[in-house]
């Protein structure tokens, strides 16, 4: 009954901006690390950005200086801001998220629907 439901994806022009949102309902006992994946067509799924509960930021080598990811935990929302996008940014970003949803039952990884950023002019 967890549901992620990911938003803020759409058309941009090179350099241009875009902020995703990302948030988990339902039964939720806790959530671990958040964190937001791409793939283009033709390419593997790829880890873009991920937040921990607790410790430092990741990122992918190829949008480390440019996107930035963050969570509201009190909305059981993680969000990813894209600066500077490349056309190579194209791609469908998924939401991933492990939640426990009662004490004493394992950690399980949820994932959003998707939502498309397309970078051209």
């Known amino acids: 009954q967890v549901q992620l439901v990911e938003s803020g994806g759409g058309l941009v022009q090179p350099g241009g901006s875009l902020r995703l949102s990302c948030a988990a309902s339902?039964?939720?006992?806790?959530?671990?690390?958040m964190g937001w994946y791409r793939q283009a067509p033709g390419k593997q799924r790829e880890l873009v950005a991920i937040?921990?509960?607790?410790?430092?930021?990741k990122y992918a080598d190829s949008v480390k200086d440019r996107f930035t990811i963050s969570r509201d935990n009190a909305k059981n929302t993680v969000y990813l801001q894209l600066n500077s996008l490349k056309p190579e940014d194209t791609a469908v970003y998924y939401c991933?998220?492990?939640?426990?949803?009662?004490?004493?039952?394992?950690?399980?990884?949820?994932w959003g629907q998707g939502t498309q950023v397309t970078v051209s002019s």
């Open positions: 339902g039964s939720i006992f806790s959530i671990n690390a």
């Open positions: 991933n998220a492990a939640i426990k949803r009662r004490i004493g039952v394992r950690t399980i990884d949820y």
């Open positions: 937040i921990p509960s607790t410790g430092s930021t």
